[in-house]
Antibody, heavy 120, light 107 residues
Framework: QVQLVESGGGVVQPGRSLRLSCAAS????????MHWVRQAPGKGLERVAV????????HYADSVKGRFTISRDNSKNTLYLQMHSLRTDDTAVYYC?????????????WGQGTLVTVSS | EIVLTQSPGTLSLSPGERATLSCRAS???????LAWYQQKRGQAPRLLIY???SRATGIPDRFSGSGSGTDFTLTISRLEPEDFAVYYC????????FGQGTKVEIK
């Protein structure tokens, strides 16, 4: 069965860095575009970043552009989100989510999320 | 960027009643690329509807979606206790944006 398992969240001070991982299993990871979506406490959903199935293209929300980098290792079936210069408003649950190969489709599977808390 | 506005913000209903949730887009959604998700407290969202009206795998037929252009609706024909949750619409035809959510609560 399809599984997405995020890890790497935690408490970090403003200005520091953190790397999230999303381990995929139960499907051919290299055939799917992948996204990071976040949800601040008590708030709605925000797409943070997307990467093409082969890693050839990325796109970021304006709120994280220049600070976050999405990447993937298809040999390890793993998606990453490198976060630099973290701010308090980056505090959120971060989900990885799958869409189809050409990124024209809904999020049909989500991970359980990992909580990032940015606080001094 | 396409802005999605969901209404009402909160819907207070009893089990067995019909729920009608609205999602209005600031401009036409390309290809009816509109999805609905259900999120329960402490859980990840779950895909209910895609392509405005297609049910995702395993979703009961009491959930239905309709609409096109700028106006979309999610209908739950008879609310079950497990349906009380927050519902989000998302368009994926032009980049991706979410609505702010509608909470369906027990009256």
């Amino acid at each position: 069965q399809v599984q997405l398992v995020e890890s790497g969240g935690g408490v970090v001070q403003p200005g520091r860095s953190l790397r999230l991982s999303c381990a995929a299993s139960g499907f051919t990871f290299s055939n799917y575009a992948m996204h990071w979506v976040r949800q601040a406490p008590g708030k709605g959903l925000e797409r943070v970043a997307v990467i093409a199935y082969d890693g050839s293209n990325e796109h970021y929300a304006d709120s994280v552009k220049g600070r976050f980098t999405i990447s993937r290792d298809n040999s390890k079936n793993t998606l990453y989100l490198q976060m630099h210069s973290l701010r308090t408003d980056d505090t959120a649950v971060y989900y990885c989510a799958r869409t189809n190969w050409n990124d024209v489709g809904p999020y049909d599977y989500w991970g359980q999320g990992t909580l990032v808390t940015v606080s001094s | 960027e396409i802005v999605l506005t969901q209404s009402p913000g909160t819907l207070s209903l009893s089990p067995g009643e019909r729920a009608t949730l609205s999602c209005r887009a600031s401009q036409s959604v390309y290809g009816r690329y509109l999805a609905w998700y259900q999120q329960k407290r402490g859980q990840a969202p779950r895909l209910l509807i895609y392509g405005a009206s297609s049910r995702a795998t395993g979703i009961p037929d009491r959930f239905s979606g309709s609409g096109s252009g700028t106006d979309f609706t999610l209908t739950i024909s008879r609310l079950e206790p497990e349906d009380f949750a927050v519902y989000y619409c998302q368009q994926y035809g032009s980049s991706r944006t979410f609505g702010q959510g509608t909470k369906v609560e027990i009256k």
